[in-house]
C-alpha cells in the first residue's frame, strides 16, 4: 500500500528533539517500510531538509509548531498527493479536513494522550471522526478506555498497541557492553558503592518528582548510600529554570544523599544513566498515557517503582518486575515501596531481570512494528461507507473556542482524575485543618523535629570540639 | 553573527545601565533600512537582558517613534500586534500607532524575533498617586477594554488567551502554598522560615476557599461567551503604561496582551494599590470600581467574580513565590518583614470585601 504517516505539529522526524510519538514512530519504520510505501509528513527543523528519502521512507516536512499552520501544509501536500491509507498522529482535529482532500483513503489514528475530551475536540466533530476512521489504535488501554468512555461507538474500533524500546540500546549496567560507562558515571559523579535511585522525565509538577525528592529523609532513615539521579529538562531541549525546577532544586539542596541533576540529555545517550542505576522510579501524578520510560528501564533490567495513573500499571506485575503506588501524592508512599525494594536486595535484582525478559519478549519495536502491519491490513479490509458526508459545514463552525465544564472535564472516568483529586485533596485538606487530631500529629511532628534538630546540632557541636582538640 | 538568532544577554558590574550585545544593535540598524523614515538619533530606553527585548527611542523625518525587540516567540508578538492595530486603526484607541515597514508589513522579523516601529506619544504625564489618579487609571483601562472587545487575531498567530485557564491557575497557587511550605521546611535555619511557616496555612485556605468559590460561580457559563466576546487584558497595567497626553489617557507596551476576563487587569491595579497603601480603603476600592464600570459596566456576575478574585492570597503570593528560586538568600530578614506587612494588609482586606460583597447584591437588586 502507499502509507502516508502524519505526525503531530510539535517536534521532528526523526526524533532528534525526542518525544514519544516520534520515537514510536522512528522505532517501527523500518519494519513498516518492508511491507509498504511509506511516506511521512512531519515539521520542519533547521537541522533536516524539507525532502528526502532515506532507507527507502520519504519524508516531507512541512511548517508545524501552531496547529493551524501545519494543518494547512498537510491539506496542500495531500491535495497533490494520493494514498490508499492515512495513519495520523495523536491529531484527531486533521481528520475531518483531511477526509475533504482525500474522500478515497482509509484513515486510521493512533493515539498518545487524552485528545478527545471536550476541551480538544467538540462532540459533533468528535462523531464524525469516530466515523470516517477505520481503526484507531492507543498505547494503553487506559487511553482506549477514554475514547471509548466518550464515545462508545468506538468500540469496535479501538485498539491498543503498546509502544517499543530498543532493547539493543537499553541494556542492564552489567551487561558487558555497559559495564564501563556504568563505571565511568559512577565514578565521574561520586556515585560509587552507592545504590541509585533512577527518575527520568519532563521535571513538571504533574510529573511528581518532587514527591520522590520528598520520600527520600524517611527512606534514609532504614537505607544507607542511597543517592538519587534526576534526568530531564522541563520541556525537550530547553533547560529552562522553571518555577518547579527551581523548586525541586530547592528541596534536592538540602537532601541528605547525593542528587545528582543532568539537565537535558539527548536521546541517544540516555540510555547511559539507566545503565548507572539500581532502581527506577516513575513518579507521575497525572493520568498518564503511558510512560515510555518504563520500557526503557525494563529493557535495561531495573526493577519499577510507579504510580496508579492512567496507563502505567499496565506494564506492571507488582511484585514481579517492581511495584506500583497507589497515591502518588503522598511521598511516603514511594518511601515504602522502595523500602520494599531495598529491603531484599536478592528480590530487586531479580525484578529487574524480570523486567528485562519482559522487555524482550514484549516490548520490541519489532512486535509494535508487527501490530501495525495487522492493524493496517484489518483498517484496508473494513468496510468502507459509500456514503460521503459533506462536513463543509463542520468545518466552517471551526472555532478556537472550546465549551466544557472547566473544573471536571472527565467526569467518566473510574479513577479520580488531575482536577477531581485536587477536589478531593483540598476538602482533605479542609477538613483535616479543622481537625484537632492533626493539629496534635503536628505538634508532634514539631517536636520530634525539635529534638532531632537538638540531636544534630549537639553531634555538629562535638564534631565543631573534635575538631579543634584536632589542633 | 550575521544570522544569530536573539538570545537574552549577560549583565555585569562592567556593563553599562542599558547595555545592549554588539549583533543586536547591528540587528536594528538592519530593521530600520526596512521603513522609510529617516533616523536622526537613537537612544535606548529600556533593555530586558533577561529575556532578550529592548527599546530604542528614535528621532525621525516623521517624528518620535519607539523602536521595539520583542522578546516573545514571533507567533505569540503577532498576536499583540495584532491587537495594537485592531486598537488603532479599528477602534481608534489611544494606544501608539503602529508606524508599517515599506512592504506595509507591521512588523520586520531579524534574529528570529520580531521588531516593530511605533509613534512615541508626547507629552504624556503620569497621573497623580492619589485617588483622582486612580480614578483616571481605572477608567482608561474600561474604556480600553470594552475597545478590545471582537479582536481577532491574524492567522499565524498564537491565539494567547487566559480565559478558560482561571481554575488552572487558582489551583496552581494551591499548589504552591505547599512548595513553600516544604521550602520553608527545608530551610529552617533561615530568618524568614519561622514567619513563612506560620502564615502558609491560613493563605493556603484562603486559596482553598477561592477555588471553591470559583467552582460555584458563573466562570464556565461566563467563558463560554469566548475569547474576543471579552476581550483583552494588557497584565502589566498601572502608573507607568497608562498616562495622561493631550487629549486623554494613553495606553501603552501593549506586548502582553491576551484574552480574559478583563476585569483580572482591575482586580491586580486595585490589590496593588492597596499593598501600596498598605491597607485597604472602602472608599479607594469602591470608588476606583466605579470609574471603571463607568467605562466598561460590570456585570452582577463578573463583579462576583471580582471578588472571588480580590479573595485570593494575591500579595503573599506575589511576594513570596520568588522563594523557590534561592531560599537561602530570600528567606532573609527582609522578607519576614515583608511577610508582618502582608500580613497586617490581609487583615484590613475582609471588612472591605465584606462591604463591597453588600454592594454587589445591591448592585443585583437594581
Partial sequence: MR??????????????????????LSGCLPYLRQEHEITVLGITDPSLPTKETVDDINYVRVDGKIFELYMEGVIQFLQSNDFDLIHIFNRPRLVIPIRQVAPNSK????????????????????????????????????????????????????????????????????????????QT?????????????????????????????????????????????????????????????????????????????????????????????????????????????????????????????????????????????????????????????LSNRMDMKKMGERGRELALSLYQWERVGTDILTFWQDAQESPTSSEKVDYSALLNNRSTERTTNYFQFRPFDT????????????????????????????????????????????????????????? | MAN??????????????????????????????????SVKSMEIVTTKPDKGGAIWKIATNK????????????TRSLFSLGAQEYLTEVQHARVPSIHKSKSGMNYVEAGGKLWFIADWIEPLQPVTKDLAGAKQLCYALGEFHRLSRGYIPPAHAEVASRLYNWPKSYEKMVEKMEWFRQIGNAYRDTPASKALLAVVDQFESQAIESYRRLEGSQYSNLVEQGNDYWGLVHQDYGWSNGQMGKNGMWIIDLDGVAYDL???????????????????????????????????????????????????????????????????????????????????????KWPVLHELQSQWKGMKSS
Fill in chain 1, 3 to 24: 502509507i502516508l504517516m502524519i505526525c503531530t505539529e510539535k517536534l521532528p522526524v526523526p526524533p532528534i528533539r525526542g518525544g514519544a510519538i516520534q520515537t514510536y
Fill in chain 1, 107 to 182: 484513515i486510521t489514528l493512533s493515539m498518545h494522550n487524552d485528545m478527545f475530551t471536550p476541551d480538544k475536540i467538540s462532540a459533533e466533530e468528535g462523531t464524525a471522526v469516530i466515523n470516517e476512521v477505520a481503526l484507531i489504535s492507543t498505547v494503553s488501554n487506559y487511553i482506549g478506555g477514554q475514547i471509548k468512555a466518550l464515545y462508545p461507538q468506538a468500540e469496535s474500533k479501538v485498539r491498543t498497541i503498546y509502544s517499543g524500546v530498543d532493547c539493543n540500546q537499553f541494556l542492564p549496567g552489567n551487561d558487558p557492553n555497559m559495564q564501563k560507562i556504568r
Fill in chain 1, 185 to 341: 558515571l559512577r565514578r565521574k559523579h561520586n556515585l560509587e558503592n552507592k545504590t541509585v535511585i533512577l527518575f527520568a522525565g519532563r521535571l513538571s509538577s504533574n510529573k511528581g518528582v518532587d514527591r520522590l525528592l520528598r520520600a527520600i529523609p524517611e527512606l534514609t532513615k532504614k537505607h544507607k548510600d542511597l543517592a538519587l539521579v534526576v534526568v530531564g529538562s522541563n520541556w525537550f531541549s530547553q533547560n529552562n529554570v522553571t518555577d518547579y525546577v527551581a523548586y525541586i532544586r530547592a528541596l534536592a539542596k538540602k537532601l541528605p544523599v547525593p542528587v545528582v541533576t543532568t539537565g537535558f540529555v539527548a536521546p541517544s545517550e540516555i540510555q547511559n544513566w539507566f545503565a548507572v542505576a539500581d532502581i527506577f522510579v516513575c513518579t507521575s501524578i497525572w493520568q498518564e498515557p503511558l510512560a515510555r520510560v518504563h520500557y526503557e528501564a525494563m529493557a535495561a533490567g531495573l526493577p519499577i517503582v510507579t504510580t496508579a495513573r492512567g496507563g502505567n500499571p499496565e506494564v506492571m506485575i507488582p511484585g514481579v518486575n517492581g511495584y506500583i503506588v497507589d497515591q502518588p501524592e503522598d511521598p511516603s508512599q514511594f518511601a515504602e515501596k522502595l523500602s520494599l525494594l
Fill in chain 1, 415 to 471: 479513577q479520580p482524575t488531575t482536577i477531581e483529586t485536587r477536589n478531593e485533596m483540598l476538602t482533605w485538606k479542609a477538613s483535616q485543618e479543622n481537625s484537632r487530631s492533626l493539629r496534635r500529629t503536628r505538634r508532634n511532628e514539631r517536636r520530634k523535629e525539635r529534638r532531632r534538630e537538638q540531636k544534630s546540632r549537639r553531634r555538629r557541636r562535638n564534631i565543631e570540639i573534635g575538631k579543634r582538640n584536632d589542633r
Fill in chain 2, 4 to 37: 544569530a538568532m536573539i538570545v537574552p544577554w549577560e549583565i555585569n558590574e562592567h556593563t553599562h545601565e542599558f547595555f545592549v550585545p554588539e549583533y543586536i544593535l547591528a540587528y536594528a540598524q538592519e530593521v530600520l533600512k526596512h521603513y522609510d523614515l
Fill in chain 2, 63 to 74: 517624528g518620535a517613534k519607539s523602536l521595539k525587540l520583542l522578546h516573545r516567540r514571533p
Fill in chain 2, 262 to 348: 478583563p476585569i483580572r487587569d482591575l482586580r491586580k491595579l486595585i490589590s496593588g494599590t492597596m499593598a501600596d497603601l498598605k491597607y485597604w480603603d472602602i472608599t479607594w476600592v469602591k470608588e476606583m470600581i466605579n470609574a471603571y464600570h463607568a467605562a466598561n459596566p460590570i456585570t452582577p456576575e463578573v463583579y462576583e467574580l471580582l471578588m472571588i478574585d480580590f479573595s485570593l492570597p494575591n500579595e503573599f503570593y506575589k511576594n513570596i513565590k520568588e522563594v523557590v528560586f534561592e531560599p537561602e538568600l530570600f528567606l532573609n530578614e527582609q522578607t519576614a518583614t515583608l511577610i508582618h506587612t502582608i500580613v497586617e494588609t490581609d487583615k484590613t
